[in-house]
């Protein structure tokens, strides 16, 4: 069965450090792509990073880069120099290729940024 | 990228009553997947719509609660019917695109 786990309810971090939110997935499928999105209050979902099973180099995308180590079934998300703007929920979410394409999600990080 | 818009962003409604929700995508897609978020908790797929078909229902959804219409390749439309106030939730549609997947902006649903 394919799965998300994201162990972390809730960071925090001080303004400006960075911080690395956790995630591991769970499936047999050799071609799948990982997604991270962030969630503010309002609710509406912010595709942030996607990192394909067959990448070589880690995605990036300006202050948000995945650590991915496929050994290990991680994609774990790193924020660099966090803002108080990103105080908000963060999912981790996986979509099989093959599959009929939807994303399967984890439980969520709420990160809180300290002043 | 395609650019999702959804509607309406909230919504108070009354129990018993319905309320339909849309979702318009900028270009052709097959998929189109419509999610529900109960407060506190992670996205769980409701279902998948396809163009000229019936939808597919996720387990503990089903048609009569939740009827999807798609009619063509860039429009959808969920309808929460007979609602309660357990249906209070936040619903999203997204589409089935390899790496693309952006969310329309949500519906906050608030049922009284």
């Known amino acids: 069965a394919q799965k998300i786990t994201q162990t972390q309810p809730g960071m925090f971090v001080q303004e400006k450090e960075a911080v690395t939110l956790d995630c591991t997935y769970d499936?047999?499928?050799?071609?799948?792509?990982l997604f991270w999105y962030k969630q503010p209050s309002s609710g509406e979902m912010i595709f942030l990073i996607y990192q394909g099973s067959y990448d070589q180099q880690n995605a990036t995308e300006g202050r948000y880069s995945l650590n991915f180590q496929k050994a290990r079934k991680s994609a774990n998300l790193v924020i660099s120099a966090s803002q108080l703007g990103d105080s908000a929920m963060y999912f981790c979410?996986?979509?099989?290729?093959?599959?009929?394409?939807?994303?399967?999600f984890g439980k969520g990080t709420k990160l809180s940024v300290k002043p | 990228s395609a650019v999702i818009s959804q509607k309406p962003s909230r919504d108070i409604c009354q129990r018993g009553t319905s309320l339909t929700i849309q979702c318009q995508v900028d270009s052709q897609v097959t998929m189109m997947f419509w999610y529900r978020q109960q407060p506190g908790q992670s996205l769980t797929l409701i279902a998948t719509?396809?163009?000229?078909?019936?939808?597919?229902?996720e387990s503990g959804f089903v048609i009569d609660k939740f009827p999807i219409s798609r009619p063509n390749l860039t429009f959808s439309t969920l309808t929460v019917s007979n609602m309660s106030p357990e249906d209070s939730s936040i619903y999203l549609c997204?589409?089935?695109?390899?790496?693309?997947?952006?969310f329309g902006q949500g519906t906050r649903l608030t049922v009284v």
């Open positions: 499936t047999s499928d050799p071609s799948y792509g």
């Open positions: 979410a996986m979509r099989v290729v093959g599959s009929q394409g939807n994303l399967i």
């Open positions: 997204t589409i089935g695109r390899s790496t693309e997947a952006f």
């Open positions: 719509a396809n163009q000229g078909s019936e939808a597919t229902y």
